[in-house]
C-alpha cells in the first residue's frame, strides 16, 4: 500500500521561508508524477508544484519564482522550499503521487495517492 507523509510544515511571518518534504513508500512501481498541493477551507485543492518523471516541472503562476520543488534520484523523496511566503499561502499542503501517465500536472484528479496534509501559516 502507498504511503505519502508529509513534514515541514508550520507558522511564519510575511517574507519568511519553509521547507516541505514528502516521502514516498509501498509502491509496486516508480510514481509517473509527484506533485503539492494545497486547501483552504471551503475552496478547491490547487496544484501548487509538479515534478514529472521525465523531468518536466511546473509551478502554478502565483508561487512562481518563490517555490521550488525537488526531487531525489529514487523518486521516493519530494521537497518544496517556498521563500518570501504570503498569508495567502496560508493552507494545508498535500503531497500526492500518481501511478498513470500525467499531461495536467496540476489537476488534482488526475493524482491517485495522498498524503494527510501538513499546515503552513502566514501572518503579516
Known amino acids: 500500500q502507498v504511503e505519502l507523509v508529509e513534514s515541514g510544515g508550520g507558522s511564519v511571518q510575511a517574507g519568511g521561508s519553509l521547507r516541505l518534504s514528502c516521502v514516498a513508500s509501498?509502491?509496486?512501481?516508480?510514481?509517473?508524477?509527484m506533485a503539492w498541493f494545497r486547501q483552504v477551507p471551503g475552496k478547491e485543492r490547487e496544484g501548487v508544484a509538479a515534478?514529472?518523471?521525465?523531468?518536466?516541472?511546473m509551478y502554478a503562476d502565483s508561487v512562481k519564482g518563490r517555490f521550488a520543488a525537488s526531487q531525489d534520484y529514487t523518486g521516493n523523496h519530494l521537497t518544496m522550499q517556498m521563500d518570501s511566503l504570503q498569508p495567502e499561502d496560508t493552507a494545508t499542503y498535500y503531497c500526492?503521487?500518481?501511478?498513470?501517465?500525467?499531461?495536467?500536472?496540476?489537476?488534482?484528479?488526475?493524482?491517485?495517492?495522498w498524503g494527510q496534509g501538513t499546515r503552513v501559516t502566514v501572518s503579516s
Open positions: 500526492a503521487a500518481a501511478r498513470r501517465w500525467v499531461n495536467r500536472l496540476l489537476v488534482s484528479s488526475d493524482y491517485d495517492y
Open positions: 509501498g509502491y509496486d512501481e516508480p510514481s509517473s508524477c
Open positions: 515534478i514529472r518523471q521525465d523531468g518536466l516541472i
